[in-house]
């Protein structure tokens, strides 16, 4: 898996270098590059933006200069006959970034080139076309709903969520599984470790106790509480043939019913 991430502040992703995705690249299981934006400029001051046109607020990334730049990650020979190729663009305006997606651009994508907008974003154009290219696709997408200031910190999260999906990168696949093991669709239940007892906290007994079966339901339960306080759009989102008797029950206390 190639990544091509241009920004107009490329030191930004520097932290790209460190931890699980700096070691993948290190050892070759995907490759980061990270270009500088202003390398595709021609004017003395490296201008990557203009005015809006029909007016307004802020600045608008140059499609011309981002057109420049793009064009040669895509012309990038991948060594594939036909590879799939991403171009992905945080905007707040995008398309929410899920699991989901990260897993099939992990296993499904053979590239994947980040157009990091600052200011008001890139030209609309430039998504258009890209889109129009039969050997691209364009995903423009969203962390959530909150504005930053540029794409980023968004691109770091793309590569981060993408590359430990990346088959080989991470050491033990099982991870991976216990995941979402147990508790697929809902948020994970609390983890603990020694000292059992903490400034007056103790670890849940039923952690100790030895029976598999009983903290594997403990954990559910767990899950299924903070995941109908935090997130109700979660469980109204689950498959009611998903939950067992104890599940019932357990959302009940918290308002839901499914019914038979
Ligand atoms: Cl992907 N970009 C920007 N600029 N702001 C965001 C975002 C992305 N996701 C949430 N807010």
């Known amino acids: 898996m190639r990544f091509d991430i241009f920004s107009v502040f490329p030191s930004y992703l520097n932290s790209l270098q460190l931890s699980l995705v700096g070691k993948a690249n290190e050892g070759g299981a995907i490759d980061v590059r990270v270009h500088d934006l202003r ?19 802020g600045m608008v990334m140059r499609a011309d200069i981002w057109g420049k730049a793009l064009d040669t990650a895509f012309d990038a020979d991948l060594g594939i006959a036909h590879p799939r190729r991403i171009l992905a663009i945080p905007t707040p305006a995008g398309y929410p970034l899920s699991q989901e997606i990260c897993n099939d651009l992990a296993t499904g994508s053979d590239q994947i080139v980040i ?16 889109a129009n290219r039969d050997d691209v696709e364009v995903f423009e997408f969203s962390l959530g709903d909150y504005v930053l200031n540029g794409g980023e910190v968004a691109a770091l999260a793309l590569v981060e969520a993408v590359a430990r999906l990346v088959p080989g990168v991470i050491g033990n696949p099982q991870s991976l599984v216990e995941e979402s093991h147990g508790t697929a669709g809902l948020l994970e239940y609390p983890n603990y470790t020694r000292p059992l007892d903490w400034r007056g906290l103790s670890v849940p007994a039923i952690l100790t106790s030895g029976d598999h079966g009983r903290v594997a339901r403990w954990r559910r339960d767990e899950a299924l ?3 109908a306080l935090r997130r109700p759009d979660m469980i109204a989102g689950l498959d009611a043939a998903s939950l067992d008797r104890r599940d019932r029950a357990t959302l009940g206390q918290h308002g839901w019913y499914w019914p038979k």
């Open 39 to 57: 390398d595709w400029t021609e004017d003395r001051h490296r201008t990557v933006d203009d005015t809006p046109v029909g007016g307004g607020a």
């Open 115 to 130: 157009a990091c907008g600052r200011y008001e974003g890139i030209d609309g154009r430039v998504a258009d076309h890209y």
């Open 225 to 227: 509480r903070k995941t």
